[in-house]
């Protein structure tokens, strides 16, 4: 981080009980290292990402927050580049850059986001819900900066939740307004960490940001433009789950997922997972749930 172009104004480096000795490389770093001067460290007991991130997000005197999980990577002129995105889009509430994900080492990948028409250059995301409901998302928590100022209608995660609280807030921003991105690749998403909070740990029901979403739709408190696309995503998200299940033979798990409403917008997807369960069924391949 104290290699990047545009250098940062403070560094907070938030230790949410960890055993990996990370901190106490950075106090080290602190007593001996003059760069390390803008670094904080603030020690917690472990309460998960989201109150790690929530803590470093409070603590920070900058509007503008950009997030980086331990085991990612930032290229050297990723700040540079979010820098000027604030110049240009002003009005935005985050700011983000594409990403790769880091296989190994030595092995990268491109996620499979499908935009709907190419960008080329910095802009206003357009249509964040069909994009996400179409590929991965467009960008990932580590390369995204946020105006904590934008977030007023909750907190900038939800904390307890296993599972997608970053989809949450990049909902929330999407909704009540906007996100500035640049299709340059300055980030990068390590898959091949041991200790990844999401690994394996595939939850048994709707996520909390989808099912938010889906109550704000039942309310109507998304605007009519956009309901469609919300649903869309929704269900989208309800088959991710309903395929992760089946991963693992949960398959009474996928079947109830697979039996919500929304996914019937996805029906050719949806049939595929039931063809999935049936072939496991047949194969012996299930697990009691």
């Known amino acids: 981080m104290l290699d990047q172009t545009a250098q940062p104004l403070e560094i907070i480096v938030v230790d949410d009980g960890s055993s990996d000795k990370g901190a106490e490389l950075v106090s080290a770093q602190l007593a001996t290292h003059p760069a390390y001067q803008r670094v904080r460290l603030i020690r917690q007991v472990n309460g998960g990402v989201a109150r790690a991130r929530n803590v470093g997000i409070a603590a920070a005197s ?123 690749v300055l980030a990068f998403y390590r898959l091949d960490a041991e200790n ?46 309903a395929r992760l299940n089946i991963s693992i033979g949960r398959f009474q798990v996928a079947e109830k997922l697979l039996s919500d409403r929304r996914c019937n917008r996805l029906r050719v997807k949806k049939t595929l997972c039931q063809a999935r369960i049936w072939l496991g069924l047949l194969a012996g391949q299930g697990q009691s749930d």
């Open 62 to 184: 900058s509007d503008f927050v950009a997030l980086i999980d331990a085991d990612d990577i930032w290229e050297t002129h990723f700040l540079e580049e979010i820098d000027k995105l604030i110049g240009r889009f002003p009005q935005a509430g985050g700011f983000a850059t594409g990403y790769q994900k880091m296989l190994s080492v030595s092995r990268f990948a491109d996620p499979k986001v499908r935009f709907l028409t190419a960008i080329t250059e910095p802009t206003i995301l357009p249509c964040y819900f069909e994009i996400c409901a179409r590929g991965d998302l467009p960008f990932m928590a580590s390369s995204i900066c946020i105006n904590k100022t934008q977030v007023t209608d909750g907190p900038w995660f939800p904390e307890g939740e296993a599972m997608g609280e970053d989809q949450d807030l990049w909902a929330r921003l999407s909704l009540n307004s906007s996100i500035a991105f640049s299709p340059k």
């Open 196 to 241: 990844r909070a999401c690994k394996r740990n595939y939850p048994s029901v709707e996520c909390g940001f989808s099912r938010r979403l889906d109550q704000a739709l039942k309310a109507g408190r998304i605007p009519i433009s956009r309901r469609a696309s919300v649903l869309t995503y929704t269900a989208t998200h309800l088959l991710h789950l």
